[in-house]
């Protein structure tokens, strides 16, 4: 997937980074809790995939003018601005990494490549409903678990079971947008539209509240 930076609203930005060979890019920017948390990961893949998240906020937030602000991880593993002000989003795999920022809603961002293995751990994220019109296809696969990933993201809570408490409506292999929604959990039930790009061999995914 081409690295890109898009504009969405004047609230909101994205952007997705090829991260190889940012080791030479400039780190000057983050806050002094984050340069601690970087110098703390020992293991170089998750250094490269730490860095190029940020770059890729950095980019984002570029975008719409919006100073970087820093941001931490609460108690649910969701990135959180130190300012307290906006919503973020933080995704990477192989190569890649993007981020979404929105000024004033909750976001969620994903990116997967497309595997064959995703198919046989359907069961384990997919209901019995969504298996019917995905019809065994790596790709349709990736796309729903991309989704529901993104939708996960977005509400920020642990204890969400992609299987058992987001639902997808049926869509087909070219849809770009798909809505799901959140259910028949202790937290406010949502509906959510994700917006879908498929580039190649890559699933990118990302909503707004």
């Known amino acids: 997937m081409q690295t ?9 930005a994205l952007a997705i980074k090829n991260i190889e060979g940012t080791e030479g890019e400039a780190l000057d920017f983050l806050s002094f809790r984050e340069k601690l948390s970087y110098a ?11 860095r190029g998240a940020r770059l890729a906020i950095k980019e984002a937030l570029e ?5 970087y602000p820093g941001f931490f991880k609460d108690e649910h593993g969701k990135s959180h601005p130190m300012d307290n ?8 795999t192989m190569g890649l990494a993007a981020a979404i920022f929105h000024k004033e809603m909750p976001v969620g961002i994903d990116l997967d490549f497309v595997r064959e293995k995703v198919v046989r751990l359907g069961p384990k994220f997919l209901d019995p409903s969504e298996m019917d019109f995905l019809d065994n296809d790596p790709l349709h696969y990736t796309m729903a678990w991309s989704v529901k990933e993104s939708i996960f993201k977005c509400q920020g809570k642990r204890g969400i079971s992609l299987r058992q408490n987001i639902l997808l409506q049926p869509f087909d ?18 509906h959510y539209q994700v917006q879908l790009e498929v580039e190649k061999d890559v699933v990118l995914s990302y909503t707004i509240w």
């Open 40 to 50: 703390n990961i020992s293991h170089p893949g998750k250094k490269t995939e730490w």
């Open 4 to 12: 890109k930076i898009e504009k969405i609203s004047p609230l909101s």
């Open 85 to 92: 002000y906006g919503y973020v989003s933080l995704t990477h």
């Open 63 to 67: 975008c719409i003018q919006h100073p």
């Open 173 to 190: 292999k070219g849809a770009r947008i798909v809505k799901g929604k959140v259910y028949d959990t202790e937290y406010t039930d949502h």
